[in-house]
Nanobody, 122 residues
Framework: QVQLVESGGGLVQPGGSLRLSCVVS????????IGWFRQAPGKEREPVTC????????FYADAIKGRFTMSREKAKNIMYLEMNNLKPEDTAVYYC???????????????YGKGTLVTVSS
C-alpha cells in the first residue's frame, strides 16, 4: 500500500523560507515520479513541481521558478520542497504526490499525501 506523509508546513513571514518533507512508502521500484501540488483557498489544485526519472521530465511552475527547489533522498524514500522568498500568494495546502508512470501535470498523479498547510503572512 502506497503512503505519502508530509510535514514541515506552518506560518512564515513574507520573504521567509520553509522546507517541506514527504516520506514515501509502498513502492516496489525507485523510478517513480514525484511531485508537489498546492491548493490555495477558493482555487483548484495546481502542480508546483515534478520529477520523473523514467522519462527525464522535470517541471517547475513559472510562479515558483528560482524560489522553490525539489530534491529526493532515494535511499530513504524522502522528498523535500525547499521554499525561499515566500510570498503571500504561496499560501496553500501543499501535497506531495507520486506516480508509477510519470508526471501527471494535467490529469493528476496516482497518489497524494493528506497535505500540509503553508501560510505566508506578516
Amino acid at each position: 500500500q502506497v503512503q505519502l506523509v508530509e510535514s514541515g508546513g506552518g506560518l512564515v513571514q513574507p520573504g521567509g523560507s520553509l522546507r517541506l518533507s514527504c516520506v514515501v512508502s509502498g513502492f516496489t521500484s525507485e523510478d517513480y515520479a514525484i511531485g508537489w501540488f498546492r491548493q490555495a483557498p477558493g482555487k483548484e489544485r495546481e502542480p508546483v513541481t515534478c520529477d520523473s526519472p523514467s522519462d527525464g521530465v522535470t517541471f517547475y511552475a513559472d510562479a515558483i521558478k528560482g524560489r522553490f527547489t525539489m530534491s529526493r533522498e532515494k535511499a530513504k524514500n524522502i522528498m523535500y520542497l525547499e521554499m525561499n522568498n515566500l510570498k503571500p500568494e504561496d499560501t496553500a495546502v501543499y501535497y506531495c504526490a507520486a506516480d508509477r508512470y510519470g508526471c501527471g501535470l494535467v490529469y493528476g498523479m496516482e497518489y497524494y499525501g493528506k497535505g500540509t498547510l503553508v501560510t505566508v503572512s506578516s
